[in-house]
């Protein structure tokens, strides 16, 4: 009897199942049909289509009401088997998947042939997915990012051109390049100066790779792709860190040796068919650059056919061919020692437009940032937003190096430069010092961020405070070292941003007594501060000030206090004047208490905050990392249904022990899912250390 039972089970497909298979199979033959099917049943069918026929059958659905993001969520956790690292909620699953499924097919080993979704012969997973990244990496396989080089994959090459905005690179240095440089090199020229990308990302790409450095740089920064230069033989390892030492330590470049001339090469062509003297007019070249003098590039010149006719390709060539192991791609220029190429020119003979990198994302060596990069800064007019840090530490001569470069930058009226973000510092320059020295040498920039590893500062004097620096400065981040700080000088800095809008200070050491004069004097420095973030700081004996900062400060929209041991001192108390105070804040909606130890007592206070006659104008509210238990997040609800907050609150409570009763949770996150919008987390509390002793 059981087996019959086991026979007769409900899992036997039915007829709609059915139906829908092979409707799915069938694809190619009833597509236009499909589209004209009812919403439930194109709901049933979107899990069985494969990627293309999902793809193109995302505007038909989208007309009529029906999202396909669960279709391609499904199979992302089927193909990849992870979420996306981040907090960040996704807002296009179909892009972020397509976009990982091209990593995965062209630089991963990944076989499409694994999932039967992912094949399909009348169509290409290369072509498909092509026109969903945006952000493109490229890293240590090298080896296949050569193949889109090749003539097969030249459709797939143009559509990144068209589509990529965004390309990290990573991890690359000249051992792993070998025979791959020149193929490498082309892909960076064609993505950078005629593609579509407008943020570079290079990170933990080695000194002991300069050319990489040097022509990824000078391409961002909009130069020629060519070096004006003859052929001429490779200097010594030691004779050329010689000429590089004394062109650093002078400024000038060595002689130039353009008198010279051999019957191989006259002159150096960009990558586009133009009469020479248009190189030299009009356009940046590398000639004049010091750095461009120190290396011997690759450059693109012209090729020509059999018949002596110039053909409007892209040829990658070397200074010194031996220098590097040539592969020579089979086709009409096979043999003489050609890279593979790209047509250069558009379909009508124009020329394509030059790209321009507007950000800059680099975690580089001193040597680079000094030697590689400060010196195109001077020019760089379309560099929107520059980020450097360091996997170690960035020393003040570079720094100064770069600031210098800068404040020349600035000086030019076509600068676009607003946004900075130097991280990993260490200096014996004070940092309120150093951050009026910044914003003397770039007035102009909006927004500003500086983290210190280590500042070996003197002791302050009064009498050599830096003087208030006008600026346009809208906002500013400083992450503090370990160290003791003077917090004086930063006030007086602080009196000419005042257009600050943002202010973000993290891990302030200093002496008791002396953070409370910084807070009272915020809302007299920064009469339009809207949002201000306080991150790693000993608050405890500050409530005072903290509650005059509320009231004085009107302007403010948003306030974080994470990490700050607020409630080390007086909890109830001060918990008390705190609702109080943001209770009648006039334009206070968002709130962070994140890793305060508040625990379920507090978080039972803080429901007060949406009662009585006058409740708060809290839209967002977070009380993550607080050791907020199940019973006490349920009480917390029971308290909001009697006094509902608005609509659209947002509630964060990640990072709290709620696993250890998974029922209670379950119960409080039901009552305060129709209160308002969670935000949460599977957090398991039993894998994390945290030190919650004060509050258990």
Avoid at 115 to 137: C, E, G, M, N, W
Avoid at 265 to 289: A, I, P, Y
Wanted: proline residues 6%; contains cysteine.
């Amino acid at each position: 009897m059981e087996h019959v039972k086991e026979e007769l089970n409900p899992r036997v497909a039915t007829l709609l199942q059915i139906c829908t298979k092979v409707v799915s199979e069938h694809m190619h033959v009833l597509e236009k049909q499909v589209w004209d099917l009812p919403v439930s049943l194109l709901e049933e069918l979107l899990p069985h289509l494969n990627i293309f026929y999902l793809e193109r059958i995302e505007d038909s659905a989208v007309r009529k009401g029906l999202s396909t993001d669960s279709a391609w969520f499904g199979l992302w956790m089927e193909v990849v088997k992870n979420r996306p690292p981040g907090r960040k909620p996704i807002k296009d699953w179909r892009q972020k998947f397509l976009e990982r499924l091209f990593h995965m097919t062209m630089f991963g080993n990944y076989r499409k042939a694994g999932h039967p979704r992912l094949q399909d012969s009348r169509f290409s997973v290369l072509t498909l997915t092509a026109k969903y990244v945006k952000v493109l990496i490229l890293s240590r396989s090298l080896i296949e990012t050569t193949k889109m080089t090749s003539a097969a994959f030249r459709p797939v090459m143009r559509i990144l051109e068209g589509t990529v905005t965004h390309m990290k690179v990573y991890d690359i240095s000249l051992p792993f390049l070998d025979h791959s440089l020149r193929s490498v090199l082309l892909i960076f020229h064609r993505l950078l100066h005629h593609g579509s990308v407008r943020t570079l990302i290079m990170s933990k790409c080695g000194e002991s790779s300069p050319i990489l450095w040097t022509w990824m740089l000078q391409m961002s920064a909009g130069y020629e792709c060519s070096l004006s230069s003859p052929r001429i033989q490779r200097p010594s390892d030691q004779t050329l860190e010689k000429k590089r030492i004394s062109t650093l330590a002078t400024g000038n470049p060595p002689p130039s040796t353009s008198n010279v001339r051999t019957s191989q090469v006259s002159d150096v062509e960009g990558c586009s068919l133009k009469d020479k003297r248009t190189v030299s007019n009009g356009k940046r070249t590398l000639q004049d650059e010091p750095s461009a003098q120190c290396f011997k590039l690759p450059r693109l010149e012209r090729a020509e056919s059999e018949d002596g006719a110039q053909v409007q390709e892209c040829i990658l060539c070397f200074e010194n061919p031996s220098s590097v192991q040539m592969h020579v791609s089979k086709g009409p220029f096979e043999g003489a020692q050609s890279a593979p190429s790209f047509l250069c020119a558009g379909a009508d003979g124009e020329d394509t437009p030059m790209g321009k990198i507007s950000a800059l994302v680099l975690e580089a060596s001193n040597y680079v940032l000094a030697h590689n990069l400060a010196p195109l800064l001077h020019s760089w007019i379309c560099l929107h937003s520059l980020q450097v840090s360091s996997e170690w530490i960035i020393e003040e001569p570079c720094l100064l190096k770069v600031v210098e470069a800068l404040s020349l930058l600035s000086q030019n009226p076509d600068c676009s430069l607003s946004e900075l973000s130097i991280s990993s510092l260490s200096c014996r320059t004070p940092i309120a010092a150093l951050l009026a020295r910044l914003l003397s040498a770039c007035p102009r920039l909006e927004e500003l961020t500086l983290g210190f590893i280590q500042v070996n500062q003197p002791k302050s004097n009064p009498s050599h405070l830096p003087a208030p620096i006008e600026s346009s400065l809208k906002t500013l981040r400083v992450e503090f070292p370990a160290e003791s700080v003077c917090l004086q000088s930063l006030v007086t800095v602080l009196r000419g941003t005042q257009s600050l809008t943002s202010l973000y200070l993290k891990g302030i050491r200093c002496k008791t007594g002396h953070l409370g004069p910084l807070l009272f004097s915020l809302p007299e420095c920064s009469l339009n501060l809207q949002h201000l973030s306080l991150d790693d700081i000993n608050l405890s004996g500050c409530h005072r000030e903290v509650l005059h900062l509320l009231k004085s400060c009107l302007t403010l929209k948003g306030l974080c206090l994470t990490d700050c041991r607020l409630f080390e001192k007086n909890k109830q108390e001060f918990l008390a004047q705190l609702i109080s105070s943001v209770k009648c804040h006039p334009s206070l909606t968002s709130l962070t208490l994140s890793r305060n130890r508040l625990g379920n007592d507090g978080l039972i206070v803080l429901a007060d905050l949406f009662s009585g006659e006058s409740p708060s104008r809290i839209r967002h509210l977070n009380v993550s990392a607080n050791y907020i238990l199940p019973n006490g997040l349920l009480e917390f609800g029971a308290l909001l249904e009697s006094h509902r907050p608005p609509r659209e609150l947002k509630l964060d409570v990640r990072e709290n022990p709620l696993d250890r009763d998974p029922q209670t949770t379950a119960r409080a996150m039901k009552q305060l899912g129709s209160l308002c919008h969670l935000i949460k987390d599977c957090w398991n509390s039993r894998t994390t250390f945290a030190d919650h002793i004060s509050v258990m």
